[in-house]
């Protein structure tokens, strides 16, 4: 499965992004977003099942927005409120073999950069 993802890029602060992931094949399982700034570890971000049950990591929830368009085996992040400390390489990444919220995935796209400026 080959993921590809788009939609970043430089936004200012306060500003909307919407992120979009594309699988090529059909994924039953849970997909996730997940990000990477310079200098730290990647970090979750939210992740949906296959229902539409979608979680998210605290400082994220009212502000992102995940969800899933299985028909066209593709996942979206709507980024709203967006702050300097959410400039990341962000990733997606398809089939959990863990919980959701871990980095214990199949697969994982190349990722795209969102630059928030102050």
């Known amino acids: 499965v080959q993921l590809q993802a788009s939609g970043g890029g430089l936004v200012q602060a306060g500003g909307s992004l919407s992120l979009s992931c594309a699988a090529s094949?059909?994924?039953?399982?849970?997909m996730g977003w997940f990000r990477q700034a310079p200098g730290k570890e990647r970090e979750f971000v939210a992740g949906?099942?296959?229902?539409?049950?979608?979680y998210y990591t605290d400082s994220m929830k009212g502000r992102f927005t995940i969800s899933r368009d299985n028909a066209k085996n593709t996942i979206y992040l709507q980024m709203n409120s967006l702050k300097p400390e959410d400039t990341a390489v962000y990733y997606c990444a398809a089939q959990n073999r863990g919980a959701i919220t871990s980095t214990d995935y199949r697969y994982w796209g190349t990722g795209t950069l969102v630059t928030v400026s102050s």
């Open positions: 949906i099942l296959w229902s539409g049950i979608a």
């Open positions: 094949l059909r994924t039953d399982s849970g």
